[in-house]
């Protein structure tokens, strides 16, 4: 079985814990939350990228095209829109980092009983801070570059179930399932 591990650190969320959540840097929104390839994070004295840039990867035996969603500290310079002429927007937040939920996701196939592939990758990352939740989420779709945004509370009733994972597979004896597992760093 082919195994891959595309989560993010839970070294460097430890890190944010118990700092100052100031701002995240992303593009205006048009019509939906959601933005294309890039999110600043601003905590404290430190500058994160959120990105999901496709990047061709081994998809379960296929070599194609996938957003794959990274976090990483960077330099300020590196924050901006993947468009031509869109000028990003600061929305500030705030906030002490009381904690951070890391969604991670484990996709599998298996073809008659068979286990083929297991993918691990984060869906989603979920700061709470002393107001509110703010929460980032890679979309569903495949190739998609899309980061949604969402701010509130409760907001891990809000990721989306990952149907587009169970509904792609039409190979006779392709079997997918995905689990969830939550982290939650203090």
Known sequence: MKKYDMRFSEDVCRQMVGKVFSKYRCDPFEF?????????????????????I???V???????DIGVFKLSSCQDSLIHSAFHDVTQIDNPVTGEIKEIKLVNECQRISRHAEALY???????????????????????????EEIII?????LLDTI???????????????????????SVIK
Not at 126 to 131: G, N, S, Y
Not at 150 to 154: A, F, H, L, S, T
């Open 32 to 52: 939906t939350n959601s933005v294309t390839q890039i999110v600043g994070l601003y905590i404290s004295d430190q500058v994160y990228s959120l990105t999901n």
């Open 150 to 154: 969402r701010k509130g509370y409760d």
């Open 54 to 56: 496709q990047e061709v």
């Open 160 to 182: 989306s179930p990952n149907n587009f994972f169970m509904e792609e597979w039409d190979e006779d004896g392709v079997v997918p399932e995905y689990t969830r597992v939550i």
């Open 118 to 144: 297991e993918v691990w990758l984060t869906r989603a990352i979920i700061f709470c801070t002393d107001e509110r939740e703010f929460m980032f989420e890679k979309d569903m779709v495949t190739f998609s």
């Open 58 to 64: 081994d998809y379960f035996g296929y070599r194609d």
